[in-house]
């Protein structure tokens, strides 16, 4: 009966990467493969004692129904510390709650595209927004991104050729680079985006974790009529709960309003109640410098590595932040080689491939995350991965 | 910039029972207007319990991103629980976890309906199935429900002429008219649907909540290859985790899993822990016999407070459980107009027009819930809604 199917779901191609992970996840693998917060940073006493004062307080209301757009106090908390941390005034009524920042992407292109619409990605870009725009049949238009940002040229020929309906952006340690948009790349984008009848996404998942440097700009100081945010508490708290968000101007958001509704009615109403309390009661910019002190030791600890292990002639993307190190090798290694070698000694990481749509793809590139395996297992993957890359190119 | 919308989300007409709601959800209202199970059901200090095992046993775990087709163990409950309950053999592989049933809704539109696919849907149905279904742009082909089940002639119709791609059904206690398909209608449906190429949707989310009269065959037991079964702990357990399921067969297993991938990565995984744990340790059938003991008798008030209070010649749907009873006033009153003159004595209950799809409304029926509120307000309110309806026939 595969002859049901709609034609949108056999667009899709089964995620590479979902491949990947089920076989890093065996326990015996050290895996630089999955973006997996280090569980050794969750808040689990403070989330128990949050847990145990909802359910103690308020527990009719936090089991019961909740309305779409998500907890008031929840939507309040993220407005203020928008304004806190980045300067920029967001009405707790422009936000949406949900299930993760995964869904918003959904959601977006539930009420935003139709099939064959243009929509700008970058390239490399980030699976999650790929896979979930694709189910609504656009045409994906590509735009390089550099350790400057987007290339600006590419970005004006997308939008002048093929008026896309929004534009997905990175700009904050994309995934899967771990580069950031300079400043003067956000102004040029922001003065370019501003011409065109089009919607610019930042999916800032990454924000908060920045080890050194200064934070730019964030795109909707420059448009505020144009920018949707994402967020989410996955990165800095817990990604079990599925918490995220996007903050949109008022006229789509009743549209993704509706969208939600239809989607699952709302997001787990206990977990909002859980994260509110949670942020009550604990100081979350204390937990959030924990959190970057220890993966900017264990980013220290894998570059240091790549330099000790790793021939010379690689390039390493440079990176202030986030959870992903890019490693671009000499042109003749082909890191789904180098991977299939890998596997096999127990190391996992994610070939670049999959991260590139259309024709340019880097044969030579990999992703490597440093925030779920501790310092020893960094230095012992390494020094495994660096032996099959002199081992590749010996075989040469 | 509100043209940059899609075509779909412009399909889909607000809800109107959404705006009900809001109204009835003020604290000094009589509502028996949302299916909001009673909050005095909520097991909260079992779910406290959980809670705390879960964090405490396994945190790391039941904090850390999970696998999209949920967790095993609460699959493994699941699939259990069938073969108890119904005598059905159901594989936990054929279970996918979703964000209540509301969510199964959504996945299974994503991966079964191209625009101008027909579907067939009961008439009148579940709204929050229609506004799922809607986004994905297919043609609806509606069946008239009654005490019986689906009209057989035009479901017979609707399947020779339109070959509908599914056939969406909630056969046990029905929303919102609360009947249940007879055994010979259920025979019948399958009968039919068995010589099409169709899928059979069997929507169950009070399936459990049965007061008397003995459980109908389900429809997995005629049509094994053809039928999808939805799921939900939000009626038995709480809402607010929003934890439902779908059993799909086995080729409709990987389209799912990967659009569940692309619309949140999964479910809320410490709540599935949560509820795991909780099944564990409390017995289910126990709390489930509560809550029918519970709804039972507040059903009965309502019945009996409508034989006091309304006129003699209306109808009240026959129901075995669930949370609705489905009125019919006499043809001359309208239930918009009804809702209007009692909303204005804080009195809430749903009209039956937006139930309604097509042309064949009826405008003097109404959908009441008796498991909000409790036996004195249901009094109160029935009361005041009989006064409403006699001032109304007064004044015609």
């Keep these: 009966m595969e002859n049901l199917l709609s034609k949108r779901i056999k667009n899709v191609p089964e995620s590479f990467i979902r491949r990947i992970l089920k ?66 005034e967001i009405s707790p009524e422009n936000i949406l709650i949900t299930n993760g920042s995964q869904q918003a ?17 970058e390239n490399p870009g980030y699976l999650g927004a790929i896979q979930a725009f694709s189910l609504y049949q656009p045409v994906m238009q590509t735009v390089a991104v550099d350790n400057q940002g987007m290339n600006i040229a590419a970005l004006e020929h997308a939008l002048n050729t093929h008026k896309p309906k929004l534009v997905y952006t990175v700009p904050n340690f994309q995934n899967p680079t771990g580069i950031s948009y300079s400043q003067s790349n956000r102004e040029a984008v922001a003065n370019l985006v501003s011409s065109f009848d089009t919607l610019l996404i930042q999916d800032d998942p990454y924000g908060e974790l920045r080890f050194s440097g200064k934070a730019k700009s964030n795109f909707m100081a420059f448009l505020p009529e144009q920018t949707i945010l994402l967020g989410s508490f996955s990165k ?12 949109a101007p008022k006229w789509l958001m009743k549209p993704l309003v509706i969208a939600k509704q239809a989607a699952d009615l709302h997001t787990n109403y206990f977990s909002q109640r859980v994260i509110v309390q949670y942020l009550e009661d604990n ?5 959030v410098e924990k959190i970057i002190q220890f993966y900017a030791k264990q980013k220290q600890a894998m570059v240091q590595a790549i330099e000790k292990y790793f021939p010379k002639d690689i390039d390493v993307a440079e990176s202030e932040g986030g959870m992903f190190i890019w490693v671009t090798l000499p042109k003749s290694i082909s890191s789904m080689e180098l991977f299939d070698k890998a596997i096999k000694k127990k190391v996992a990481f994610v070939p670049g491939n999959p991260f590139y749509v259309g024709d340019e793809v880097k044969q030579n590139t990999l992703r490597l995350s440093y925030v779920t395996m501790d310092e020893v297992a960094i230095e012992e993957g390494i020094k495994c991965l660096g032996g099959c890359i002199n081992d590749l190119i010996k075989s040469l």
Tied chains: 1, 2.
């Design 105 to 121: 992407l959904d959601l977006l292109g539930k009420v935003l595209l139709d099939k064959g619409d243009s929509i700008v990605i």
């Design 236 to 247: 800095i708290i817990t990604p079990s709960f599925r918490l995220g968000w996007i903050v």
């Design 283 to 287: 100081p979350i910019d204390e937990h």
């Design 23 to 88: 076989v890093s996840s065996q326990p015996d693998v050290i895996s630089f493969a999955g973006g997996l917060p280090s569980a050794d940073l969750f808040p689990i006493s403070a989330l128990e004692e949050a847990s145990y004062k909802v359910l103690k307080n308020n527990g009719k209301q936090a089991l019961q129904y909740a309305n779409s757009e998500g907890d008031s106090q929840l939507r309040n908390w993220i407005a203020q510390r928008y304004k806190d941390k980045q300067g920029l």
